[in-house]
């Protein structure tokens, strides 16, 4: 059975900086393609981020540009999303993904990802 699970979140001021990490079993970090996602209320979920290990490719949404980068630690198979200058507007729930395989590129496509974990709650105040 594969799992991912995220951890991190929490409560932050404007300004303010979380890591959020994803511990997967049951699949490897390593040859695959992760990707991070969000969804703030009544909104839909969106792309932040996304990794491909084969060639160490980085995609990121342009509201993050800067300010989010990515890191694994493929020993312990985990990914971990480093949040720095946080704004009220990166409030959500963050969501990790990831689809087996060899690929050059990422993207934000839901479907492209095979597992998700169950999401991370991340609150920004003003």
């Known amino acids: 059975e594969v799992q991912l699970v995220e951890s991190g979140g929490g409560s932050v001021q404007a300004g303010g900086s979380l890591t959020l990490s994803c511990a997967a079993s049951g699949v490897t970090f390593e040859n695959s393609v992760v990707g991070w996602f969000r969804q703030a209320p009544g909104k839909e979920r969106e792309g932040v981020l996304c990794f491909s290990s084969n060639n160490a490719f980085t995609h990121y949404d342009d509201s993050v540009k800067g300010r989010f980068s990515i890191s694994s630690d493929y020993a312990k198979n985990t990914v971990s999303l480093q949040m720095n200058d946080l704004k009220p507007e990166d409030t959500a729930v963050y969501y990790c993904?990831?689809?087996?395989?060899?690929?050059?590129?990422?993207?934000?496509?839901?479907?492209?990802?095979?597992?998700w974990g169950q999401g991370t709650q991340v609150t920004v105040s003003s």
């Open positions: 993904a990831v689809v087996s395989g060899i690929f050059l590129l990422c993207d934000f496509e839901d479907g492209d990802y095979d597992y």
